[in-house]
C-alpha cells in the first residue's frame, strides 16, 4: 500500500484564509531570579539583634545571680541621704517613666477621690498636689522623711 501524497498547492482557494500564521507572540517573560545579593540582609539583621538580645539578659541574668546577697538588714538603711541629694532632680527623672507606665493617670484619679481630712504619707516633692480638689478637702497633710524633699513640697503650695 503506498501513501498518497498531496502537493500543497492542492489546498482549495476557500480554506486559504484558515491557515494564516498566527501573529508572534511576545516572549512570555522569565521568572525573577533569586539573588543571594539582597536575600542574607533580613537574617544577618534579625540574628545580630536576637544573639545581642541573648548575650545582654544572659549577662544580666548571670552577673545577678554571681553576686552574693548582702547579709545586711533593708530596715536598717537609711535612704533620706540619697533623696535628699536626688531631690531636685527627682521630679524630672520621674515623669516620662510615670507617662508611660501610666501611674500619672492613676495619680490623677487617686487624688481626685481624696475628700474631708487626707494625710499623704511618703509626699516626696509633692507631685500628688496638683490633682487634689481644694473644694472637697477639709485638711491636708502631707509628711516624708526626706527634708529636702518636703523643701520642694512646700515651695508647690
Known amino acids: ?11 482549495p482557494p476557500a480554506a486559504k484564509p484558515l491557515l494564516r500564521p498566527k501573529p508572534p ?7 525573577k531570579r533569586f539573588s543571594w545579593r539582597k536575600a542574607p540582609w533580613p ?8 544573639w545581642g538580645t541573648l548575650t ?28 535628699n541629694a536626688t531631690a531636685k532632680d527627682f521630679d524630672s527623672g520621674m515623669e516620662s517613666t ?17 475628700t474631708g481630712d487626707v494625710l499623704e504619707s511618703a509626699a516626696g516633692t509633692g ?3 496638683e490633682f487634689y480638689d481644694r473644694s472637697k478637702l477639709k485638711s491636708l497633710v502631707m509628711v516624708d522623711r526626706s527634708q529636702g524633699m518636703m ?6 503650695w
Open 151 to 156: 523643701d520642694i513640697c512646700k515651695g508647690e
Open 43 to 50: 537574617f544577618i539583621v534579625s540574628g545580630t539583634v536576637f
Open 98 to 114: 510615670e507617662y508611660w507606665w501610666g501611674i500619672a493617670k492613676l495619680r490623677k484619679k487617686m487624688a481626685g477621690m481624696a
Open 56 to 83: 545582654f539578659v544572659g549577662t544580666s541574668y548571670y552577673l545577678a545571680i554571681s553576686r552574693p546577697i548582702p547579709d545586711v538588714d533593708p530596715s536598717t538603711i537609711d535612704l533620706n541621704a540619697v533623696y
Open 127 to 129: 507631685r500628688n498636689s
Open 25 to 31: 507572540q511576545p516572549p512570555s517573560p522569565s521568572p
Open 1 to 11: 500500500m503506498s501513501r498518497r501524497r498531496f502537493p500543497r498547492t492542492a489546498i
